[in-house]
């Protein structure tokens, strides 16, 4: 299996422009998660999806991120407008849950590295 | 609500010395807890898992043992190498308020080994 897959992995973008992250899980995985990474915050779970629907949106930082997963092998989180604050690792991260929800081992993807002039 | 709490690093230590990085957590009913590694430029990965109390995780000669009793997950090794340097996560799974399965971490704890 490839993994879970991230794209672009770098990304540098002038502030005021739209940013769009994409995620591919692995096969088979039900659950997907977007995390940010930073030195100041750590790493924060920003939003997480089982079974292509949004359960928990309580990380999003505010309404300038937006996340869809249109089916099953597919996510992209979307930044718009772009700001310099925004700047950080992003990882895609995706599970297998059981039937009652209970998420098991998370497989992250590479991340894809923002930098927002 | 959830939440894990890990020591703060940097956690510095020289080749073949013995490791133990401390993890607590809080959590509603039995959680599964992990350690994930993060290795520099990479994302995270699983270093082991345990399930239920009193079960010992084990991989590439770390260990963890789930204490119930205490809520706690602590890492160690016996005699940690070069390579080992990393950030290392501490983190759950449990049932969070209203009635959804959120995974938690750590703030996580960075590891350097010096030859």
């Known amino acids: 299996d490839a993994g879970v897959i991230q794209s672009p992995r770098h990304e540098v973008t002038e502030m005021g422009q739209e940013v769009t992250l994409r995620c591919k899980p692995i096969?088979?995985?039900?659950?997907l998660f977007w995390y940010r990474q930073t030195m100041m915050r750590g790493l924060e779970l920003l939003i997480y999806?089982?079974?292509?629907?949004?359960?928990?949106d309580s990380g999003m930082p505010e309404d300038r991120f937006s996340a869809k997963m249109p089916n099953a092998s597919f996510s992209t989180l979307k930044i718009q407008p772009s700001e310099p604050r925004d700047s950080a690792v992003y990882f895609c991260?995706?599970?297998?849950?059981?039937?009652?929800?209970?998420?098991?081992?998370?497989?992250f993807g590479p991340g894809t590295r923002l930098l927002v002039l | 609500g959830n939440s894990v709490t890990q020591m703060e690093g940097p956690v510095t230590l020289s080749e073949e010395a013995f490791l133990t990085i401390n993890c607590t957590y809080t959590?509603?009913?039995?959680?599964?807890l992990f350690w994930y590694v993060q290795y520099p430029g990479e994302g995270l990965q699983l270093l082991l898992k345990?399930?239920?109390?009193?079960d010992k995780g084990s991989n590439k000669g770390f260990e963890a043992t789930y204490r119930k009793e205490t809520t706690s997950f602590h890492l160690e090794k016996g005699s940690v190498q070069v390579s080992d340097s990393a950030v290392y996560f501490c983190?759950?799974?449990?049932?969070?308020?209203?009635?959804?399965?959120?995974?938690?971490f750590g703030r996580g704890t960075s590891l350097i080994v010096h030859p």
């Open positions: 991260a995706s599970s297998l849950a059981s039937s009652g929800g209970l998420q098991e081992t998370q497989y």
């Open positions: 096969s088979g995985h039900n659950s």
């Open positions: 959590a509603t009913g039995y959680p599964s």
């Open positions: 999806f089982n079974n292509n629907v949004p359960i928990d």
């Open positions: 983190a759950l799974s449990a049932a969070a308020s209203g009635g959804s399965y959120i995974p938690t």
């Open positions: 345990a399930t239920k109390a009193d």
